[in-house]
């Protein structure tokens, strides 16, 4: 999906070994910004992408005004998650339903964030890839503590265990804002790309100055040549 003479690309794919894409994503132009959004359902093959769906249709309804910011962000994901929390009490083959929400707004100058679970958003600026979000899994943890090495982190067995997810009991989504300059680049993904590519690849595809379709094509493409275990789903905005 491209928008805006490859100013902002989308891919998303299944994967060589799922049978289903649980991914979601949104790319919706506003009046006064756009709203890109990555969702990784999970809780069984049904669940997982009718809780990722409902993020990404709770994003696309809401109303956000000029002076929107990351507060607003986060209560729509909490109403997202609220809904999914209903859907799942009413139809046990839904039970444990849930999905990450990676959600930005872009203004003028300004990038307004909320964040849930382990997919990613980056910020691409002068040669510098910075990990915006922060993985809400029990392995972060360890890692910031000092129990584990990030290079073990990425090895563990339970390094997919989230700690935080739309949809599950007492979610605290986390948010922030920050400032950007025309040639910056953002990345949001589902954690299917991180599962095989590196930081410091990503960095260097992103740094190459190709399109933003190009950009996102590479990258889906060595995640897949890479093993492809999981759903990947990339979205890239030159700003």
Known sequence: MGLWEDRVWVQSHTGHKRKTNQDRYLVRPLDQG????????MGGEAGGGIAAQMVVEELEK??????????DLKQVIGRAGEKISQRAEVDSALEGMGTTATVV?????????????DSRLYLFHTGFLEQISRDQTFIQDLVEDGT????????HPLRNVLEQCVGCGGLEAESGNFKFVTGDRLLLCSDGLIRHLSDDFIRTVLEEGSTARRAVDKLVDQALGAGGEDNVTVVIMDL
């Open 62 to 71: 809401t109303s956000l005004a000029y002076r929107a910011t990351e507060h």
């Open 34 to 41: 756009v709203l890109l959004a990555v969702a990784d359902g």
């Open 105 to 117: 707004l872009v203004g003028q100058d300004t990038v307004y964030w909320s964040h849930v679970g």
């Open 148 to 155: 584990l090495s990030r290079e073990e982190a990425e090895r």
